[in-house]
């Protein structure tokens, strides 16, 4: 490792120029790739992305191209900031400038539909490397921006990639954990999007705030449930990149997820609020693939199913509400007591009762 890495950012959106700025201004050489060769030269010019964070000054290092080539060549630390959808297709055109010691860490909350895979398998099969990871917690870029204390996870089973990572994103304000449960911290990322549409349909059908933690806390054991049976430690869930992400994404109507189920709340289809937002929201797709991912597995996941009503086959929010109500009452934490166990107790029960 070098003593000053150059690092590469690809990808402008609102994260992307965040992390870029924290980068420069801690001091390392940093490029930032964007698709726009006009919104390059505007942020060259003026150090401004006016696009995605207009009140972010970027510090003048910054070097912004549209040409991945450029970007990549020479850099040791690459971070992949691109939507979920687009994944796959950036990262197959920039593995002909690509090479093996570089590190690569995604910041991407999402799946890839074909397959249901996750960003770090993506890298993992396109490029062949070993200095993997990904960066995932309750980072929303417009605190990042503002430089509010925040904290995030890089989780890799690689120590180059834990360390450089470290390295180069800590300071005063962005603290920067270190995991080795790569899964359970993308899975994390990935899943909260689910559950932040159902907190923000809860918060606009006026329920309250017990209504509020219980569903938040039922979210924690449902998506943990989940991701342990792809391979994620359930321990990953007690920290940043579980119930921390969850808590910001549930509770914050800068989340754009949020703000999705807030407007199917006050009974707007899920047309009319991508009209609104001007994009879809990662937590839409993200309950299709994982409703028929738990379908196919047979796991357990009562709060994606009810959103599935909602956001794919047009029923109330209300009435789903409602009926969510009525679901069996199962175990509290899946990996104290499993629900294989309340379920038998349950029937017991009612055999001797119906003696």
Same mark, same amino acid.
């Given at each position: 490792?070098?003593?000053?890495?150059?690092?590469?950012?690809?990808?402008?959106?609102?994260?992307?120029?965040? &992390?870029?700025?924290?980068?420069?201004?801690?001091?390392?050489?940093?490029?930032?790739?964007?698709?726009?060769?006009? &919104? +390059?030269? !505007?942020?060259?010019?003026?150090?401004?992305?006016?696009?995605?964070?207009?009140?972010?000054?970027?510090?003048?290092?910054?070097?912004?191209?549209?040409?991945?080539? +450029?970007?990549?060549? =020479?850099?040791?630390?690459?971070?992949?900031?691109?939507?979920?959808?687009?994944?796959?297709?950036?990262?197959?055109?920039?593995?002909? *400038?690509?090479?093996?010691?570089?590190?690569?860490?995604?910041?991407?909350?999402?799946?890839?539909?074909?397959? *249901?895979?996750?960003?770090?398998?993506?890298?993992?099969?396109?490029?062949?490397?070993?200095? &993997?990871?990904?960066?995932?917690?309750?980072?929303?870029?417009?605190?990042?921006?503002?430089?509010?204390?925040?904290?995030?996870?890089?989780?890799?089973?690689?120590?180059?990639?834990?360390?450089?990572?470290?390295?180069?994103?800590?300071?005063?304000?962005?603290?920067?954990?270190?995991?080795? =449960?790569?899964?359970?911290?993308?899975?994390?990322?990935?899943?909260?999007?689910?559950?932040?549409?159902?907190?923000?349909?809860?918060?606009?059908?006026?329920?309250?705030?017990?209504?509020?933690?219980?569903?938040?806390?039922?979210?924690?054991?449902?998506?943990?449930?989940?991701?342990?049976?792809?391979?994620?430690?359930?321990?990953? *869930?007690?920290?940043?990149?579980?119930?921390?992400?969850?808590?910001?994404?549930?509770?914050?109507?800068?989340?754009?997820?949020?703000?999705?189920?807030?407007?199917?709340?006050?009974?707007?289809?899920?047309?009319?609020?991508? !009209?609104?937002?001007?994009?879809?929201?990662?937590?839409?797709?993200?309950?299709?693939?994982?409703?028929?991912?738990? =379908?196919?597995?047979?796991?357990?996941?009562?709060?994606?199913?009810?959103?599935?009503?909602?956001?794919?086959?047009?029923?109330?929010?209300? !009435?789903?509400?409602?009926?969510?109500?009525?679901?069996?009452?199962?175990?509290?934490?899946?990996?104290? &007591?499993?629900? =294989?166990?309340?379920?038998?107790?349950?029937?017991?029960?009612?055999?001797?009762?119906?003696?």
């Amino acid at each position: 490792m070098t003593a000053v890495l150059t690092v590469a950012v690809i990808g402008g959106g609102s994260f992307g120029t965040a &992390l870029t700025s924290i980068v420069a201004g801690n001091g390392y050489p940093t490029r930032l790739w964007v698709r726009n060769p006009q &919104l +390059a030269t !505007e942020i060259n010019q003026q150090h401004c992305n006016s696009k995605y964070m207009p009140d972010l000054q970027l510090p003048a290092c910054v070097e912004a191209t549209s040409s991945l080539e +450029a970007a990549l060549t =020479d850099a040791q630390l690459v971070f992949l900031a691109i939507p979920s959808k687009g994944f796959a297709q950036v990262l197959e055109q920039a593995k002909p *400038f690509l090479k093996p010691e570089q590190i690569l860490v995604s910041t991407t909350k999402g799946f890839e539909e074909k397959g *249901f895979k996750l960003m770090s398998q993506l890298m993992a099969e396109i490029t062949g490397f070993q200095h &993997l990871g990904v960066l995932s917690g309750p980072n929303l870029a417009s605190e990042l921006a503002q430089k509010q204390l925040t904290g995030t996870v890089i989780a890799s089973a690689d120590d180059l990639t834990r360390a450089s990572v470290q390295q180069v994103l800590g300071n005063d304000f962005f603290r920067v954990y270190a995991n080795t =449960d790569i899964y359970g911290a993308e899975l994390g990322g990935a899943l909260k999007n689910i559950y932040a549409i159902a907190a923000g349909m809860a918060a606009s059908l006026g329920m309250g705030e017990n209504t509020r933690s219980m569903l938040m806390t039922r979210a924690l054991a449902e998506m943990s449930r989940f991701a342990v049976s792809l391979g994620a430690n359930p321990m990953t *869930f007690l920290g940043l990149a579980g119930v921390g992400d969850l808590i910001v994404t549930c509770s914050s109507p800068l989340s754009r997820n949020y703000r999705v189920g807030q407007a199917l709340g006050e009974g707007k289809s899920l047309t009319e609020v991508v !009209e609104s937002l001007g994009q879809v929201a990662e937590g839409v797709n993200t309950v299709r693939l994982v409703k028929a991912q738990a =379908d196919a597995l047979g796991i357990y996941m009562p709060l994606v199913q009810a959103l599935y009503l909602v956001l794919f086959e047009g029923h109330s929010p209300r !009435e789903v509400a409602g009926s969510m109500m009525g679901n069996e009452q199962s175990t509290d934490v899946e990996f104290v &007591l499993p629900r =294989d166990e309340v379920l038998k107790s349950a029937q017991k029960v009612t055999r001797i009762s119906t003696q």
